[in-house]
Nanobody
Framework: QVQLVESGGGLVQAGDSLRLSCVAS????????LAWFRQAPGKEREFVAG????????KYVDSVKGRFTISRDNAKNTVYLQMDSLKPEDTAVYYC?????????????????WGQGTQVTVSS
């Protein structure tokens, strides 16, 4: 098991940028693939971005391609989500998730470890 703590959310205007961070506890950080999900009010939690154990393979949902970048620093046990050109439809609670294994998944049921979430609100 790994504990995850997100930070970096906030209220911004459309077109602004934010960087989310997620720090993991434990000494086996490189054994986990990591991902960011989000959940807007009244909607299901959806996959946003994922990264493999080494950081050299990433995947994104189509709606954020070209605007969001996921990265990880294994020396700091941290995964990041750089969000540029934010839109009002990006408003949601953003969650960091970890799954044992090298490859990320787009399915919430594949993840056993979740952070508490951080709110991102984008005003128009």
């Amino acid at each position: 098991q790994v504990q995850l703590v997100e930070s970096g959310g906030g209220l911004v205007q459309a077109g602004d940028s934010l960087r989310l961070s997620c720090v993991a506890s434990g000494r086996t950080f490189t054994s986990y693939a990591l991902a960011w999900f989000r959940q807007a009010p009244g909607k299901e939690r959806e996959f946003v971005a994922g990264i493999n154990w080494s950081g050299d393979s990433t995947k994104y949902v189509d709606s954020v391609k070209g605007r969001f970048t996921i990265s990880r620093d294994n020396a700091k046990n941290t995964v990041y989500l750089q969000m540029d050109s934010l839109k009002p439809e990006d408003t949601a609670v953003y969650y960091c998730a970890a799954r044992w294994g090298t490859v990320p998944s787009g399915e919430t049921r594949r993840y056993d470890n979740w952070g508490q979430g951080t709110q991102v609100t984008v005003s128009s």
